[in-house]
């Protein structure tokens, strides 16, 4: 009985280790836009920023993709965010909070990777990464990737996909995989990734983000809804709580 309540203490202290080491690894590395058709929209702070090649992502910035694909770097991880997307620049972490991923991990030491429903290290594998209201899919295409679902507890288990198999998981349903993508899969995939993502390396001085207007909670909540830490985050930013006025002290007789 005692080796029972020792496993899941010792799962959720290894996944703690390696979620901290992985965090630790991506906040040391610069995510770095390599390639862009068009500006890239930012949420940065309380302001709406247009972003071009070359431009280095922040903690806590949103991008959105809009009508074209962009390629980032991420510690020498390619990462291409797909048409119509959005992505959360964690400290430590991707989240791919709507639209689609794909990822060549290359040499990459660690990469964390999540949406609202499962987790899993990019590094070293291809793989493409949709994410819908509810729902999460998976394509490991050039190595097995181990899975975490989200929120991770005591007694969650990493699921591994195998090379060249899918992976789905809707809402707080277990991770089920299967042979191959579903044909709704491959359809809807942006074209682009159908190919290998290849690195483009930027050359010569970046202008700084451009501040456009200011940004509304009520544009960008909507992109947070299967995030609910993330939504109080940004809550939180547009809304910080007020300090309680301090009373002032008696003046002395």
């Known amino acids: 009985m005692g080796s029972h309540l020792r496993e899941p203490s010792l799962r959720v202290i290894a996944f703690c280790v390696m979620t901290l080491v992985c965090r630790f690894a991506l906040a040391a590395m610069p995510v770095t836009v390599t390639y862009a058709e068009q500006a890239v929209k930012l949420s940065r702070g309380t302001a709406m920023y247009s972003?071009?090649?070359?431009a280095v992502l922040l903690p806590n910035d949103l991008l959105m993709s809009d009508a074209s694909t962009v390629l980032l770097d991420a510690g020498g991880a390619t990462v291409?965010?797909?048409p119509a997307s959005a992505l959360f620049v964690r400290d430590g972490e991707l989240v791919l909070l709507a639209g689609w991923?794909?990822?060549?991990?290359?040499?990459?030491?660690?990469l964390p990777l999540a949406t609202g429903g499962l987790?899993?290290?990019?590094?070293?594998s291809a793989a493409t990464l949709?994410?819908?209201?509810?729902?999460?899919?998976?394509?490991?295409?050039?190595?097995?990737?181990?899975?975490?679902?989200?929120?991770?507890?005591?007694?969650?288990?990493?699921?591994?996909?195998?090379?060249?198999?899918?992976?789905v998981r809707t809402g707080a349903r277990p991770l089920?995989?299967?042979?191959?993508?579903p044909a709704a899969f491959l359809a809807g995939m942006p074209r682009t990734f159908l190919d290998p993502l290849v690195a483009v390396p930027v050359k010569g001085p970046a202008a700084p983000p451009r501040r456009e207007r200011a940004a509304t909670l009520a544009e960008l909540a909507p992109l947070l809804a299967d995030h609910p830490a993330l939504r109080q985050q940004m809550r939180a930013r547009f809304h910080p709580p007020r300090d309680r006025a301090a009373k002032p002290s008696p003046l002395p007789r």
């Open 130 to 167: 949709h994410a819908t209201p509810g729902t999460a899919e998976l394509f490991a295409e050039s190595a097995a990737i181990a899975v975490l679902p989200l929120p991770a507890n005591k007694l969650s288990r990493r699921t591994t996909i195998p090379r060249e198999q899918f992976g």
């Open 119 to 124: 987790q899993f290290d990019g590094a070293g």
């Open 51 to 54: 972003a071009g090649r070359g």
């Open 176 to 181: 089920q995989v299967i042979a191959r993508p």
């Open 101 to 110: 991923l794909k990822v060549d991990g290359g040499a990459a030491r660690a």
């Open 80 to 82: 291409a965010v797909g």
